[in-house]
């Protein structure tokens, strides 16, 4: 194994274990060892989170380890968002983006207005718990050319649908394109529901909303 991936390894396992006290020192190595920050936060930290929801699945772990994973990982992504984000780039378009309604996970939705950011975007961001009313009031007052939703539980997917709706009904839906993501949405059910895409990781999401402003 080289020395780039026992780094990696023991930042997954730092999630894993919420080693609160050594994640940014292990990111500062990694980084030092001349390893990407992308890769760090998706071959080592999200791989780690992707082990405590294991652990969740089979009781080992509870709401209070998932609490703590999520806050290991964010201390990890203070070091790390610097390197992820560019410089000053000129704006090539703006994303209004949130977490939908009754959905409070927002590391993913993070990371991708971090990289979005890079990429020249404008950035609204709504947080976390969005009702779809917020959703068209933002586009009604900022005008984005692309609206960016998250959901992370099977329960709160279907509030994506809502929101389109909600769109549709204030007579806004043609004038935005709409990009969804997070772990259980698919390409099949953003074609369901009426977005015009979905996107497996922030990378691809990215690329997704670049091609649709060039
Ligand atoms: Co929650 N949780 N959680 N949780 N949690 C999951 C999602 C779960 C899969 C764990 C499990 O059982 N294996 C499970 C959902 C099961 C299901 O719905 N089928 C679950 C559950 C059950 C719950 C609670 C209900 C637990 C409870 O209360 N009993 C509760 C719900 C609270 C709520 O939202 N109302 C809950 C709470 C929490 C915490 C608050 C404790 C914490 C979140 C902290 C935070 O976000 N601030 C938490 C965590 C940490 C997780 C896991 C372990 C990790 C999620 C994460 O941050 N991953 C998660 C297990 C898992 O996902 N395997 C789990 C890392 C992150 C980088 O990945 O968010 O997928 P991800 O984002 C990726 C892509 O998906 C994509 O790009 C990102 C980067 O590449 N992407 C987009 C995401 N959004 C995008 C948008 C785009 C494009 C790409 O365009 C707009």
Redesign the pocket.
């Known amino acids: 194994m080289s020395d780039k991936d026992e780094i990696i390894n023991k930042i997954r396992d730092a999630i894993v274990n919420l080693d609160i006290d050594n994640i940014q020192r292990l990111c500062m190595e990694a980084l030092k060892a001349g390893i990407p920050a992308y890769d760090i936060?998706?071959k080592g930290?999200?791989k780690g989170?992707?082990i405590?929801?294991?652990k969740?699945?089979r009781n080992e772990y509870f709401?209070a380890e998932?609490?703590m994973?999520?806050e290991v990982?964010?201390e990890g992504m203070k070091v790390l968002e610097p390197h992820l984000a560019g410089g000053e780039v000129k704006k090539i378009g703006k994303v209004i983006?949130g977490t939908v309604r009754?959905?409070?996970?927002?590391?993913?939705?993070n990371?991708?207005a971090t990289l979005l950011t890079a990429a020249g975007f404008e950035v609204i961001d709504l947080g976390v718990d969005v009702p779809p009313e917020k959703f068209v009031e933002a586009v009604k007052e900022n005008k984005p050319d692309i609206v960016?939703?998250?959901a992370?539980?099977?329960?709160?997917m279907i509030e994506m649908e809502n929101v389109i709706k909600a769109l549709k009904d204030a007579g806004l839906r043609d004038k935005v394109k709409i990009?969804?993501?997070?772990?259980?949405?698919t390409k099949e059910f953003a074609d369901k529901i009426g977005a015009d895409a979905a996107?497996?990781?922030?990378?691809?999401?990215v690329n997704i909303c670049k091609s649709w402003v060039s």
Do not use: F, Q, W
């Open positions: 936060v998706m930290m999200s989170m992707e405590v929801g294991e969740y699945e709401l998932l609490i994973a999520g990982m964010k983006l009754g959905d409070l996970h927002d590391i993913g939705k990371i991708v960016g939703m998250s992370l539980l099977t329960t709160t990009i969804i993501g997070g772990a259980p949405i996107a497996r990781d922030a990378v691809e999401g």
